[in-house]
């Protein structure tokens, strides 16, 4: 599909250390791309560029064909962003969280309604849509921050290691949301992950960085091939050593 992130010549210097070094690649729309790197080789700043939160310190970044800093209101309203630790209102349910970003990104009451609904059946809250954010267990508030990053139906996620801090339960239930169809149906999925598994397992392909610059990219089989590695894993190793 269509290139709809595109990351050209970007570099990000932070306390005098060069993070993202020349760094380039694209994602398109229909899949999910995986963002593969060792902790420190520069996801989180990419994300942060992307997401408007972090001005690059040269080069581009565009989000479904527009300019990170030249217009970082329009790649905001087409973007959802999930963190490793969300941030949320300890005291607001699942539905107050969805309704108050749907009302942020501007939804009228009507459309919030329809919006909330439909990620609440989608990601199948059940019981928990009505509950405090500050009982729910962490896998459940990782449900809370995708959802808020949906409703107001981007073209984008932004997945910036969600499904670090899990337990095998919790992370197996986000991985089968991410997997379903109808939760990334003609969504451009950035998901950044440190795990070799989880990209292999969730990611039709890959991007592999090391020291902020891009050493892959790829389908996973592709990325195999032209390292001539035996297998996947062998291959990144080989990549990040």
Do not use: Y
């Not at 890959?206 to 990219?217: K, N, S």
């Amino acid at each position: 599909g269509l290139a709809v992130i595109e990351v050209e010549g970007l570099t990000r210097d932070l306390g005098g250390t060069r993070v993202l070094d020349d760094l380039t690649f694209t994602a398109p729309t229909g899949c999910v791309t995986g963002f593969l790197g060792a902790n420190g080789a520069g996801k989180t700043t990419t994300m942060r560029v992307l997401a408007t939160l972090l001005r690059p310190t040269s080069g581009t970044a565009r989000v479904d064909g527009h300019d990170v800093v030249a217009h970082a209101n329009e790649v905001r309203r087409r973007i959802g962003l999930v963190t490793e630790e969300p941030s949320l209102f300890e005291r607001l349910s699942a539905v107050e969280h969805l309704e108050l970003t749907a009302r942020a990104h501007g939804l009228g009451p009507a459309r919030t309604a329809e919006r909330v609904a439909t990620v609440v059946e989608l990601l199948r809250f059940g019981e928990h849509a009505t509950k405090r954010a500050g009982t729910l267990s962490k896998g459940n508030r990782q449900k809370v921050a995708l959802a808020r990053a949906l409703v107001h139906d981007p073209p984008v996620l932004l997945l910036d290691e969600p499904l670090a801090n899990l337990d095998i339960v919790a992370r197996a239930a986000i991985e089968e949301l991410l997997t379903d169809p109808g939760v990334v149906a003609g969504k451009t999925v950035l998901l950044s992950t440190h795990s070799v598994d989880e990209a292999e397992r969730l990611c039709a392909r890959v991007v592999v960085i090391t020291a902020g610059r891009t050493v892959a990219e790829g389908s996973t089989t592709e990325v195999v091939a032209r390292t001539g590695s035996p297998d996947f894993r062998a291959a990144v190793l080989g990549l990040m050593g």
